[in-house]
């Protein structure tokens, strides 16, 4: 159990719910206590209880605790405390109870499950509780029946609904309620992030979802990694980018089974988009023989600030196409290339005369130490360089940017030698050298 003196949180299991609570101080029950002494700790909680930096505790985790009657009724009598609650592999019978009074509460905003399954019960008490609960962020990691699943997804996103977040990972989707999930993503206007991976969905009902959402203006986050997509749902991607009424910022197409994006159908989306900011296709290939009209797309595109193409089974001759317009990237700052087939160093000038992007992450073995200058300063400072026209004044400043940003990206804070196996100096002896400016 965590310390009652601190009341840190113990970080659970890393799947994708370290986006799900952001509060840094909060109480932490684990399986290792019996019911007697959890119960007496719950009751002997000091009125103003505070963590780290004196805020407030706002998260409860419940982490494999047993919930019987009383520690259930406990917890339900002390949930005046937390405005989040996550619920990790903890199961009884009287969770559905505890679930029940959770989605009554108003103090209650954000609620996290993740677990192999739920009980029928609990299940139950979530579908008639969602309905007029008070929550903000629904996050559901759980094994759900077809019908359990699409109950909750429309009872989540219901007209009436409070819900902003609602995130459902491995809950298994029924193809037959797809047409009435689409309808009720029609009528919603408070969703502002979806969150559908894992969920078995076809490249037809994908295709579905993405054409449903058109004409949505709130929804601003939406993942459909690790499903089926195909060109139908690339197809429908693409309309959804163009449409003047959507209001998409970021778009998760990553791990695609099979995998085979068409860049082709992004590209006229990304060609009109004016509101997409992040762009994630790791771990899904891509059809090479369109990276030069993707390419050309970013050179035009001035909205998209990420981009992830990690793991897609990129070659050299295919990524060089891409890195060529890298220069002409209007709006691109940060771009993920990592773990593809690469083997050429990066030259040096490949960044030289962009003056947007903040991060090129890439396999330290091909990165060159006169990179690291440029992604080391701002855009000023690349104009200055790019000018040879620096003041002399601004050079102390300079090298002191430069330092800092191998402090920050060494293992080690104390030293300035970083992973990568290039230091400061090294940068800086090619700065001064000036063999590119």
């Not at 407030?56 to 937390?82: P, S």
């Not at 491995?170 to 502002?192: G, K, R, T, Y």
């Not at 490249?203 to 139908?232: F, G, K, P, R, V």
């Not at 082709?264 to 891509?286: C, I, M, P, Y």
Request: hydrophobic letters at 40%.
């Amino acid at each position: 159990i965590s310390s009652p003196s601190s009341y840190r949180h113990t970080k659970m299991n890393e799947l994708d719910y370290r986006k799900s609570m952001e509060a840094r101080n909060s109480l932490t029950l684990h399986a290792n206590m019996d019911s007697f002494d959890l119960i007496n700790l719950l009751r002997n909680l000091p009125e103003d209880m505070v963590g780290e930096d004196n805020e407030k505790c706002e998260l409860l985790t419940l982490h494999r605790v047993d919930l019987d009657y009383n520690t259930a009724y406990e917890i339900i009598d002390q949930l005046f405390r937390w405005s989040q609650v996550e619920i990790e592999d903890s199961s009884g019978d009287h969770l559905h109870a505890l679930l029940r009074e959770i989605l009554k509460h108003e103090n209650i905003k954000q609620l996290s499950i993740i677990s192999d399954e739920l009980d029928p019960n609990s299940v139950e008490a979530m579908k008639q509780g969602l309905c007029s609960c008070h929550l903000q962020e629904l996050v559901l990691t759980v094994e759900l029946t077809r019908e359990a699943t699409t109950s909750i997804i429309l009872e989540g996103i219901n007209t009436a609904s409070s819900i902003s977040k609602l995130e459902l990972s491995q809950c298994e989707i029924s193809p037959d309620s797809i047409e009435i999930i689409c309808q009720a993503l029609e009528a919603n206007e408070s969703l502002v992030s979806l969150n559908l991976e894992n969920c078995r969905l076809r490249d037809d009902e994908i295709s579905q979802i993405l054409l449903s959402l058109q004409n949505n203006q709130s929804l601003q986050q939406l993942s459909l990694a690790m499903n089926y997509a195909d060109d139908e749902a690339m197809n429908a991607a693409s309309s959804l980018l163009q449409s003047p009424k959507s209001g998409l910022k970021s778009l998760n197409l990553a791990q695609q089974n099979p995998g085979t994006l068409d860049l082709l159908s992004l590209s006229a989306g990304l060609r009109e988009n004016k509101t997409l900011q992040r762009l994630d296709l790791h771990e899904s290939f891509v059809h090479r023989q369109h990276m030069a009209a993707f390419a050309e797309v970013l050179t035009v595109n001035t909205t998209l600030r990420e981009l992830n193409l990690e793991n897609c089974g990129l070659k050299d001759s295919v990524l060089s196409v891409l890195l060529v317009q890298l220069k002409a990237f209007t709006g691109l700052q940060k771009l993920y290339i990592k773990e593809n087939e690469l083997s050429k160093q990066f030259d040096p000038s490949t960044i030289r005369g962009n003056f947007m992007l903040q991060v090129l992450d890439v396999e330290d073995r091909l990165m060159h130490p006169q990179v690291y200058i440029d992604l080391a300063l701002n855009r000023g400072g690349r104009q200055f360089l790019d000018r040879n026209m620096l003041p002399m004044g601004l050079w102390p400043t300079l090298f002191e940017r430069v330092n800092q940003y191998f402090q920050e990206s060494s293992d080690d804070q104390a030293s300035t030698r970083c992973h990568h196996g290039y230091s400061s100096a090294d940068a800086l002896f090619y700065l001064i050298k000036g063999s590119v400016f």
